[in-house]
């Protein structure tokens, strides 16, 4: 017969409260059981002396008949310096996996693309603002001349342009004004 020291447990729904007991390896976890020997509250302080309650005795003396402790009573008995617990090496147990690695070498690739962008930017040297062109000023009596004369020409153009058009809009007026009486 298999002889197990597992948790039981026991508490209500959300509150978890639990047995440490010897019982056979077969036997259902809530079901029946050799002996109690402990007990485990998990919702109580790491720190709390009541958290982990254990007869070390009865454990040393189960030990010895040769029943095997779980892996959380395991953990237990080994605080309690009942029975050394080998550490367990899992080297690929926080490794991610194919798709997150993916994820992660196209997120490398942006930021050293983008960080190669940035270096370029900062190793050519800034644009130079064109200078802007020097202003000379001319005596006023020169600017006068220079506005006088091209003021004829620019004004004769308008003129004869608004002369032109002048007749071809009265024209278009009786037009206008005719379509309406028809209707």
Do not use: C
């Amino acid at each position: 017969m298999a002889i197990s020291i597992r948790l039981s447990r026991g508490g209500s729904k959300k509150r978890p409260y639990y047995r440490v007991v010897v019982a056979d390896a077969r036997s259902p976890r809530d079901g029946r059981f050799i002996e109690k020997i402990g007990t485990y509250n998990p919702l109580l302080a790491k720190d709390s002396p009541d958290r982990i309650k254990l007869d070390t005795d009865r454990a040393k003396h189960w030990l010895s008949v040769g029943a095997q402790p779980t892996d959380r009573v395991a953990r237990f008995l080994d605080v309690l310096g009942v029975k050394e617990r080998p550490a367990r090496s899992n080297p690929t147990k926080g490794k991610p996996g194919e798709k997150a690695t993916e994820r992660a070498e196209e997120r490398a690739e942006k930021l050293k693309a983008a960080e190669e962008a940035a270096a370029e930017a900062a190793a050519a040297p800034a644009p130079t603002p064109e200078p802007e062109p020097e202003v000379v000023e001319a005596p006023v009596a020169e600017v006068v001349a220079e506005e006088t004369a091209a003021e004829p020409v620019v004004e004769a153009a308008p003129v004869e342009a608004a002369a032109e058009a002048a007749p071809v809009a009265e024209e278009a007026a009786p037009v206008a004004e005719e379509k309406p009486a028809d209707a």
